[in-house]
């Protein structure tokens, strides 16, 4: 049931480096991961690859299979055929440091930009009463791994350096987004995304929903919902508070 | 070469639920923090975690309170957890979780807008606050929200998000380092933190007066396992060298379901709320053989026929709960045992249904990730079919000892929290026990750490020469051109799964002895190809330092105890002893880690308020006779 499989792997640091071809076992079962670390472990000892959980849990395994942003650990070998030759990259957007690993400090600079989530200060803890409904949206949104998948994907800061500075990328975009929607939020985060962290630049492609391991629709329930509310709120900026202290009260009730 | 050098009052080793809680704690109290971790920030074990967090909270069942999850905890723990870390941890666990609500986190809820809490192993009501099965990334996403929150709050009134709390992430700590000088007491205290940078592997020094530990389990000793390579029993290590002592070690969880196909995911978890949502387990005879398996000591907690069982979930006034809900290791020896007896699925299992228990949607709710998880590594579609499972290593029950209210380790200086500590659970740990441990006692180290910090007359300063020293023996593996460190690794694996194991004896542990002592030899001589930028083999060939110095623990633990208690199953010792009970093994260690030494130390006893919690008919099946007529006293008073 093992076969000999050919892979591709990028190797090099600094800047630098070429794809090398390896020919490799592959058993019943197994996924990419699987075959990086069999390399790893006996050809390339210093083969560099971040992982965690093997589960799909941990968003750390991202790479680009066959030019495709995947979990290595997701990916069964079954997908392929066993003569076609596998090639794995590293992602894309972000610099690489060695091999198949890559700098994604960006992402942590952009979480670092959004403003926290603030409750009203007169909620104490233990207080808060939401209904199952009303957490549900930002729900979908907190399962997100933060594999970076989708803002390697996102043509916005794809191959453009130059955007990345005033755009928070789909997953942090998201986040905004998820805050909006918590039912305790108080931080009025519309004009901010427009203006601050590029929700303007987003032109509804729907890569980023496509490479999302956790199948969470970014564009059409974060994306969108937030570009439609950032436009009500330049016609009408009512329309927000009266949303936002309906929505507290009807959950709180 | 150049070592990099930083100053902090506290250090904080390990980003999971525990480092991130002391973190924060050690901040707020106005303490300059880091937190250092092996993965990026928000990738630690503490992920992984589904079921949920356990704690009294009362929202679905009202009856719950805080002496019914201390009694819960004890019994799981077979008596010989350390009672006042369960204590404390049954008491603060309801403020720690609503906590986490007002820094974010959207927990599932119940009708009327509370958190909801679900059933659980060993648990007597729903107690587990959740999100879905993916609560671990709930917790971490949130406590690392709460890090950003304080940096942002520290850029607005210092200009400098990092003032007050950094994270160095990818960055591992190979040794403590301490000042031995005379103002520090005989043994010496804390005085930094020694490690290397995995991304360019260059070398890093921490001067700080006090270090948490929080680096999590050992997993990785194991070849079936759910833990990931994080799981080298790092600071189990870091602390025995520092002249700290471990408790328990020869107490490790396995859990009684992990994936058994395909091979490359044995062992990756599948999570117990399968089984607290309804899932029912069964041989190959279609038999649900868990109500063959009710131990003598559950004999009137458990149901005893499946229609009882099944009763249960909807009407728990009436109904005793299922056994599959037994404690993890009861099930796991059930699952052994059947299997063993040749009444296993095909791959080596047994069968773990839950399509025939709930509606197809309902699965999907409920345990989504489970559900992803199946159908995307082994092709099973689990609203439609069986799974099969078997017992997996999970959890360590033994780690750092430590002072209950402050975490505080023997070393002055040294702190521990998380899984790496000891003590908490006792024998074996109840599910769910652990995120909620790792907050309580994650805010007690740290305000800990914090306190101490204060209290110093002297900063203690890191000699030079243990500077020296560190960084030679991180350097070593590089300058070698030795055994791949590969299979050291995996040879150590498979010693301990196959002779330290879920079922223990005299000759094989004696034999994994002997074997550890040989891959001793051998790690010394391994050798790392390749330069310092990221380099998983020179990674490895210094965590195996550690993985045989904690395996050695283990066993040697393991061949001492003579008698059979939650996580320890001796064959040559089937039963439970009430005079083992109240004895701890207590391991130490050289500081070159050549000689590992096991003590016996009596466990103190109960406080009065606290045992007569427990009815005397339960207290006869642990305690000795003696033990017993105190507690006659005690109660007729
Ligand atoms: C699959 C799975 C599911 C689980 N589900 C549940 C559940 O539902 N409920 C429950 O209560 N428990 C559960 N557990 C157990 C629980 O998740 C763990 O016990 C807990 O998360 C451990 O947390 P921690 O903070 O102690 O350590 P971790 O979260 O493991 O973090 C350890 C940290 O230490 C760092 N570290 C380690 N060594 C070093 C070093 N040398 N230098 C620098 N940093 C280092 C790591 O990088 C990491 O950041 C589960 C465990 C697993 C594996
Ligand atoms: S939908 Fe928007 S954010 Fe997503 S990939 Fe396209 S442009 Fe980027
Ligand atoms: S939203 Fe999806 S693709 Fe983007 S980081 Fe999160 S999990 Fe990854
Ligand atoms: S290793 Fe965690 S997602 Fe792949």
Redesign the pocket.
Known sequence: MSYKAKFRVWRGEGGEGRLEDFTVEVNEGEVVLDIIHRLQATQAPDLAVRWNCKAGKCGSCSMEINGKPRLGCMTRMSTFTEDETITVTPMRTFPVIKDLVTDVSFNYQKAREIPSFTPPADVKPGEYRMQQIDVERSQEFRKCIECFMCNNVCHVIRDHEENKPGFAGPRFLMRIAELDMHPYDVVDRKDAAQEEHGLGYCNITKCCTEVCPEHIKITDNALIPMKERVVDRKYDPLVWLGNKIFKRSGSKS | MEIERHEYDVVV???????LRAAIEARQQGKRTAI????LFGK???????????AAMGNVNSDDNWMVHFRDTMRGGKFLNNWRMAELHAKEAPDRVWELEAWGALFDRTKDGKISQRNFGGHEYPR?AHVGDR??LEM?RTLQQRVVALQQEDERLHGDAEAYIKVFAE????RLLKDHGPAHGPGGAIAGAF?YWREHGRLILFDAPAVVL????I?KSYVVT??SW???G??HA?ALLAGAKLINMEFIQFHPTGMVWPPSVRG??V??SVRGDGGVLRNSEGRRFMFDYIPEVFKDKYATTEEEGDRWYTDQANNRRPPELLPRDEVARAINAEVKAGRGSPQGGVYLDVSTRLPAAEIVRRLPSMHHQFKELADVDITAEPMQVGPTC??IMGGVEVDADTGAAAVPGLFA????SGGMHGSNRL????????LVF?RRAGAGAAAYVDRLAARPSVPEESVAAARTEALAPLERSGENPYEVHQELQRTMNELVGIIRNADEVTEALEAVGKLKERARNVGAAGGRIYNPGWHLALDLRNMLLVSECVARAALLREESRGGHTRDDFPGMSAEWRRRLLVCGASPDGSAVTVEEKVQPAMRDDLITLFDRAELEKYITSEELADFDALVKE
């Open positions: 080793i390990g980003a999971g639920g525990a480092g250092v971790c092996k993965s630690a074990h503490t992920v992984m975690a589904e079921g949920g967090a356990a587990l609560t671990g971490i960055c591992t700590i190979t490690g929080a680096t999590g389990g997993g759910s833990n994080e799981y080298t790092d600071g870091l990756i978890l999570t117990e999970h959890y929290a998380g899984e790496v599910g769910g026990n652990s995120l909620s441990d790792l994650g």
